[in-house]
């Protein structure tokens, strides 16, 4: 049981470059989320989804696309990095019993630099 | 603006002592409340955590009270121990149009000095 992976570690983009952060999880969970963590800010959600084909906006979606094709993949697109868009990113998931919410299980991070 | 808000960015506390971290939130609407350790380079994870229909939940050494009517939260981790220091983050969520999502604050780091 791997519990939340996320793919690369690090990455160091340029300024307009594309990428996509990848997150997996291997415990069935439903609700899946995106936050970026910045010093001074905590962590900002990003994007979530409560389920395959579903995915909604969190605080700050600007600038990232997400898909949820399946249960076990929720993968972070950044369309055209920006240097604003340089943090750590976590993945995490959880499961819900009739919408009620249960504690998340994070992923290890991604520490993306934009030059 | 921010929902969930941590005014503390550090606290030090003796080992042995009592560490207590605070967390104030804005929405009445939010239902659900939970804690979150984070050491460096690493992801949180979940400590606690507790409903908007009780005030208080415990977990061995760490214990979470809710005060509705004042909308905080605190996190007392009794006797604090070295291996406690690291960030904390509370987090608030709700449920939105038939979905939910958590609210995180700014985080608290912990030193807990031996």
């Known amino acids: 049981n791997a519990g939340v992976t996320q793919t690369p570690k690090f990455q160091v983009l340029k300024t307009g470059q594309s990428m996509t952060l990848q997150c997996a999880q291997d415990?069935?969970?439903?609700?899946m989320s995106w936050y970026r963590q910045d010093p001074g800010m905590g962590l900002r959600l990003i994007h979530y989804?409560?389920?395959?084909?579903?995915?909604d906006q969190g605080e700050v979606p600007n600038g990232y696309n997400v898909s949820r094709s399946t249960t076990e993949d929720f993968p972070l697109r950044l369309l055209s990095a920006a240097p604003s868009q340089t943090s750590v990113y976590f993945c995490?998931?959880?499961?819900?019993?009739?919408?009620?919410?249960?504690?998340?299980?994070f992923g290890p991070g991604t520490r993306l630099t934009v030059t | 603006d921010q929902q969930v808000k941590q005014n503390s960015p550090s606290l030090s506390v003796q080992e042995g002592r009592i560490s207590i971290l605070n967390c104030d939130y804005t929405?009445?609407?939010?239902?659900?409340f939970l804690w979150y350790k984070k050491y460096p380079a690493e992801g949180p994870t979940f400590l606690i955590s507790i409903s908007s229909i009780k005030d208080k939940n415990e977990d061995g050494r760490f214990t979470v009270f809710l005060n509705k009517s004042a909308k905080h939260l605190s996190l007392h981790i009794v006797p604090s121990q070295p291996g406690d220091s690291a960030v904390y983050f509370c987090?608030?969520?709700?449920?939105?149009?038939?979905?939910?999502?958590?609210?995180f604050g700014t985080g608290t780091r912990l030193k807990v000095l031996a």
């Open positions: 929405n009445s609407m939010f239902d659900y």
């Open positions: 415990m069935n969970h439903e609700y």
């Open positions: 987090a608030a969520s709700r449920r939105t149009s038939g979905t939910y999502k958590y609210i």
């Open positions: 989804s409560v389920g395959a084909g579903i995915t």
């Open positions: 995490a998931s959880s499961y819900s019993t009739s919408g009620v919410p249960y504690e998340q299980y």
